[in-house]
């Protein structure tokens, strides 16, 4: 979402069954009639650690694939940001496990990775050696 977006969330959704998650927040709110919670990232933030990357949250209304008339984030894209996520971010090794799934539900091969950015292309790989190395020993036992 873009600055102007998530300031449009605040002034028309924020009391028309949104709340705020706790007093001052800013970016993390609620849904108030299944008490969801929504954590809202901008166009150009850092996935992880939230330092300078490769890696950023690109602008949903430019880059985006349909996928049954919904617009959303491509699985190239969705698979960088986890990858950045769980290597910079703390306590983020469930992003780890997110890709891991990834690979093995859509039978991603190793060569995804020439689609992903160098800094997480690598981890990609390994991440599925793991996959496949399970797999195989699965099937010997």
């Given at each position: 979402?873009?600055?102007?977006?998530?300031?449009?969330?605040?002034?028309?959704?924020?009391?028309?069954g949104y709340r705020p998650a706790f007093n001052g927040a800013?970016?993390?709110?609620?849904?108030?009639?299944?008490?969801?919670?929504?954590?809202?990232?901008?166009?150009?933030?850092?996935?992880?650690?939230?330092?300078?990357?490769?890696?950023?949250?690109?602008?949903?209304?430019?880059?985006?694939?349909?996928?049954?008339?919904?617009?959303?984030?491509?699985?190239?894209?969705?698979?960088?940001?986890?990858?950045?996520?769980?290597?910079?971010?703390?306590?983020?090794?469930?992003?780890?496990?997110?890709?891991?799934?990834?690979?093995?539900?859509?039978?991603?091969?190793?060569?995804f990775a020439d689609q992903l950015d160098g800094l997480v292309?690598?981890?990609?790989?390994?991440?599925?050696?793991?996959?496949?190395?399970?797999?195989?020993?699965?099937?010997?036992?």
């Amino acid at each position: 979402m873009t600055a102007e977006g998530l300031e449009k969330f605040r002034s028309e959704l924020v009391g028309h069954g949104y709340r705020p998650a706790f007093n001052g927040a800013t970016r993390k709110f609620r849904e108030t009639t299944q008490n969801v919670p929504i954590e809202i990232i901008t166009t150009g933030e850092y996935p992880g650690d939230g330092k300078s990357k490769s890696v950023i949250f690109h602008d949903p209304g430019e880059h985006y694939v349909v996928i049954d008339g919904f617009k959303t984030v491509s699985l190239a894209r969705l698979v960088e940001l986890k990858l950045a996520s769980g290597m910079t971010g703390l306590a983020r090794l469930k992003d780890l496990a997110d890709v891991q799934e990834l690979i093995r539900v859509r039978q991603l091969d190793a060569a995804f990775a020439d689609q992903l950015d160098g800094l997480v292309a690598d981890k990609f790989r390994e991440l599925h050696a793991e996959v496949v190395a399970a797999l195989d020993q699965e099937g010997r036992e």
